[in-house]
């Protein structure tokens, strides 16, 4: 990175982040699109795509577990995340929508409605956590 790669002239925040298998480069967008509107953020991304994949997100809306995002993979293989659907996009076929199993959808649906609960609650002035009760 140079000097002149800061966040404010690139539009965005890069961040490693270390998974259970290596690495990622997470990439926040300060508003959508502003991968595509800096040719240097481009240019990161690229060079880095080659050894780790790359999520880029944007900083709107982050409560919001639907919101949209993108997985860049070193092989050239691009998937885009919304909601249970991705779409993966390959060069030179057309893209593929995948749906997460039924399970893992009814799974994620109960863990958001547990979290706007919480959300709610916290909101309105209430505990974070219910206490157990002694037997």
Same mark, same amino acid.
């Given at each position: 990175?140079?000097?002149? *790669? ?5 539009? !965005? %925040?890069?961040?490693? %982040?270390? /998974?259970?298998?290596?690495? @990622? ?12 509107? =800096?040719?240097?953020?481009? &240019? ?5 795509? +080659? =050894?780790?994949?790359? @999520?880029?997100?944007?900083?709107? *809306? ?5 919101? =949209?995002? #993108? ?5 050239? &293989?691009? @998937?885009?995340? +919304?909601?249970? %659907?991705? /779409? %993966? ?6 893209? &593929?929508?995948?749906? !997460?199993? $039924?399970? &893992?959808?009814? =799974?994620? !649906?109960?863990?958001? +409605?547990? #979290?706007? $609960?919480?959300?709610?609650?916290? !909101? ?7 206490? #157990?009760?002694? #037997?």
């Amino acid at each position: 990175m140079e000097d002149a *790669d800061r966040p404010d002239r690139l539009g !965005a %925040v890069l961040d490693l %982040v270390p /998974t259970g298998d290596g690495i @990622h480069l997470a990439v926040r967008e300060a508003r959508r699109g502003a991968v595509e509107r =800096s040719p240097r953020l481009m &240019e990161i991304i690229e060079d880095q795509r +080659r =050894s780790m994949p790359v @999520h880029i997100t944007d900083v709107e *809306d982050v409560l919001d577990a639907d919101r =949209s995002y #993108r997985i860049l993979l070193p092989e050239g &293989e691009e @998937h885009r995340v +919304r909601g249970s %659907v991705m /779409t %993966v996009i390959r060069a030179g076929s057309p893209p &593929e929508v995948r749906r !997460a199993p $039924w399970l &893992e959808r009814i =799974s994620r !649906a109960l863990v958001l +409605r547990v #979290r706007a $609960w919480k959300l709610r609650r916290m !909101a309105d002035g209430g505990p974070l956590r219910v206490e #157990r009760r002694n #037997r």
